[in-house]
C-alpha cells in the first residue's frame, strides 16, 4: 500500500507509522521538507481535489513495482520523463536506497514519488 501525503497534517499523521517501520530518517526528514514546500507554496488547508501536488509515499519495492505501471497511466506520465529523479540524500551505500521523482501534472500541480529500490539497479 502506499500513502498520499498532500499536506504537514498528513505528514505528522504517517511520521509515527514510518518510525514504527524504521524507515530511514534521511526519507522522512526529505519528506517533511517536501509537504513544508508545497504547504508554502499553495496553503497546508488545501484539500485532496485541491491543487499545489501531493507525496506518492511506497514503503516497500514491491508495492512500487507493483502500482507504478497504474499510477503513471491514470496521470498519462512516462516513467522517463521525470523533472527530476535523484537519490535521497544519506540513503546510498546499503542494500536499498531511496528515490524521489518529481512529475509535473499541471502548471499548478505536481506529484512526487518517494520509493526505495535495490542499489544494484541504479
Do not use: C
Request: net charge negative; charged share 30%; proline share 1%.
Amino acid at each position: 500500500m502506499y500513502q498520499r501525503i498532500k499536506n504537514k497534517l498528513d505528514m505528522e499523521i504517517i511520521k509515527d507509522f514510518l518510525e514504527s517501520e524504521q524507515t530511514n530518517q534521511n526519507v522522512v526528514r526529505r519528506m517533511e521538507e517536501l509537504t513544508d514546500i508545497l504547504d508554502g507554496a499553495y496553503d497546508g488547508s488545501r484539500g485532496a481535489f485541491d491543487m499545489g501536488g501531493y507525496i506518492l509515499f511506497f514503503g516497500d519495492i514491491q508495492t512500487y513495482e507493483n502500482h507504478i505501471s497504474k499510477i503513471m497511466e491514470f496521470y498519462r506520465l512516462d516513467k522517463d520523463l521525470a523533472e527530476y529523479s535523484n537519490t535521497i540524500e544519506g540513503t546510498a551505500g546499503s542494500t536499498i536506497q531511496w528515490r524521489e521523482e518529481l512529475y509535473l501534472l499541471s502548471s499548478d500541480d505536481s506529484l512526487v514519488l518517494i520509493y526505495p529500490e535495490n542499489a544494484e539497479a541504479v
